[in-house]
């Protein structure tokens, strides 16, 4: 389990990743060159809700989005609830992409978008993963 609370870090690289539980204080000051974020479970919604792994909320997000590049890696698929996400440099390393909505629409804006794979490939998803 990581807890990352109100904090001010900043430096050339952060690595932060659990197996687990991981959640990050929206009061959290996070800033660097290359921000990397792993877990079990990665998800952009607009709320905390009640699973594991890593919840990105509008607020984290935006506080996210000020580091010059970021990378999140999950063994699953990492799943975005309907919207529009913006990032300089945005390094997804993840097996699939899950829409939370299945009828809904993502667009993420980056100025640079890499996709990386280092797990097994995961069966299509009909609704979520």
Do not use: M, W
Not at 4 to 31: C, E, H, P, Q, R
Not at 38 to 66: C, E, H, N, W, Y
């Amino acid at each position: 389990v990581l807890k990352v609370g109100d904090v001010n870090l900043k430096g050339g690289a952060i690595l932060l990743d659990s197996s687990d539980v991981f959640t990050i204080d929206t009061d959290a000051d996070l800033v660097a060159d290359t921000l990397r974020l792993g877990a079990s479970a990665i998800r952009f919604a607009d709320g905390q809700g009640a699973s594991g792994g890593l919840v990105l909320t509008p607020q984290l997000q935006g506080a996210l989005a000020r580091s010059k590049a970021l990378a999140l890696r999950t063994a699953g698929a990492i799943e975005f609830a309907d919207g529009d996400y913006r990032f300089g440099d945005l390094t997804l390393s993840t097996p699939g992409l899950a829409l939370s909505n299945p009828g809904g629409a993502v667009r993420i804006v980056a100025e640079g978008l890499r996709l990386e794979n280092h797990a097994s490939a995961l069966a299509g998803c009909v609704a979520t993963c």
